[in-house]
């Protein structure tokens, strides 16, 4: 009976140990800045770096615009599998994982063979396009997150049930969609968002093969050129995935049947 206790508890500890050993030791590190004592000064000089505000700003704008991107096309795409097409699940959820299996590498050089200046649809030839394709590339990275959060919620409602009652009171298919289907998985939907948030906002290879000014290629960028700040920012990018891990599991407590 107390060997059974034992594992479990030592695997819990061991991993424990494993990821916070390294998380508190670096940020032991970031506080030694000024030599002989323990100050935010890295945390400070990089807060008021212009390049971070920037680059912060930038990538947060883009990783706004991924989500709503992302909720656009994943949403419907869910709900008309679910709907209309269940034997076409399999497919797309083949499909959606695919980003987990081919590196992000290789899908940038694919946008970049394909979107360059010379080709027919030139996205790479101003800032603004380049932003664009950015986004979509994002949008490709996070889909299996978002379409898993997404479809995981409109199992656990009777959707069929929602529509046809919707139909019979004269609703059309986006109203059905936007006032009826996405208040109801507005959980899975804000989870897949801040998944994606949390994926975009330190996202470096698209980013850096794109050249575009994001905190990914920032990070990198101080981590090369200076010792104190890196930590500091590890802290910082730390911190903002661990926000939204725990904003997920504050949504996911206002889920239908969750005791509060």
């Given at each position: 009976?107390?060997?059974?206790?034992?594992?479990?508890?030592?695997?819990?500890?061991?991993?424990a140990v494993?990821?916070?050993?390294?998380?508190?030791?670096?940020?032991?590190?970031?506080?030694?800045?000024?030599?002989?004592?323990?100050?935010?000064?890295?945390?400070?000089?990089v807060?008021?770096?212009?390049?971070?505000?920037?680059?912060?700003?930038?990538?947060?704008?883009?990783?706004?615009?991924?989500?709503?991107?992302?909720?656009?096309?994943?949403?419907?795409?869910?709900?008309?599998?679910?709907?209309?097409?269940?034997?076409?699940?399999?497919?797309?959820?083949?499909?959606?994982?695919?980003?987990?299996?081919?590196?992000?590498?290789?899908?940038?050089?694919?946008?970049?063979?394909?979107?360059?200046?010379?080709?027919?649809?030139?996205?790479?030839?101003?800032?603004?396009?380049?932003?664009?394709?950015?986004?979509?590339?994002?949008?490709?990275?996070?889909?299996?997150?978002?379409?898993?959060?997404?479809?995981?919620?409109?199992?656990?409602?009777?959707?069929?049930?929602?529509?046809?009652?919707?139909q019979?009171l004269?609703?059309?298919?986006?109203?059905?969609?936007?006032?009826v289907?996405?208040?109801?998985?507005?959980?899975?939907v804000?989870?897949g968002?801040?998944?994606?948030?949390?994926?975009?906002?330190?996202e470096?290879?698209?980013?850096?093969?794109?050249?575009?000014?994001?905190f990914g290629?920032?990070?990198?960028?101080?981590?090369?050129?200076?010792?104190?700040?890196?930590?500091?920012?590890?802290?910082?990018?730390?911190?903002?995935?661990?926000?939204?891990?725990?904003?997920?599991?504050?949504?996911?407590?206002?889920a239908?049947?969750?005791?509060?």
């Amino acid at each position: 009976m107390k060997s059974t206790r034992f594992f479990p508890w030592f695997g819990f500890i061991f991993g424990a140990v494993y990821f916070l050993v390294p998380l508190i030791a670096t940020f032991e590190f970031s506080l030694r800045m000024q030599r002989g004592i323990y100050s935010f000064k890295a945390y400070q000089v990089v807060l008021a770096d212009p390049n971070f505000q920037a680059s912060f700003s930038y990538s947060a704008i883009i990783a706004v615009l991924t989500i709503i991107v992302g909720i656009a096309l994943v949403v419907p795409t869910a709900y008309l599998v679910q709907l209309k097409l269940p034997r076409l699940r399999p497919v797309v959820e083949f499909m959606t994982l695919l980003p987990l299996v081919v590196p992000a590498i290789v899908i940038v050089f694919g946008y970049l063979r394909m979107y360059n200046s010379s080709s027919w649809l030139p996205m790479t030839g101003s800032a603004r396009s380049t932003d664009l394709l950015l986004i979509f590339a994002y949008v490709t990275l996070s889909l299996p997150y978002m379409y898993r959060s997404v479809d995981t919620a409109l199992r656990t409602i009777d959707i069929r049930t929602l529509t046809e009652a919707a139909q019979s009171l004269g609703s059309s298919w986006p109203r059905i969609l936007i006032q009826v289907i996405l208040p109801n998985i507005r959980v899975g939907v804000l989870s897949g968002a801040f998944l994606t948030f949390a994926i975009v906002i330190g996202e470096f290879t698209m980013a850096s093969l794109l050249n575009r000014p994001a905190f990914g290629p920032y990070m990198q960028l101080i981590g090369a050129n200076r010792a104190y700040e890196p930590a500091a920012l590890a802290v910082i990018a730390f911190a903002i995935t661990w926000a939204c891990m725990g904003l997920i599991q504050i949504v996911a407590s206002f889920a239908p049947g969750q005791k509060r």
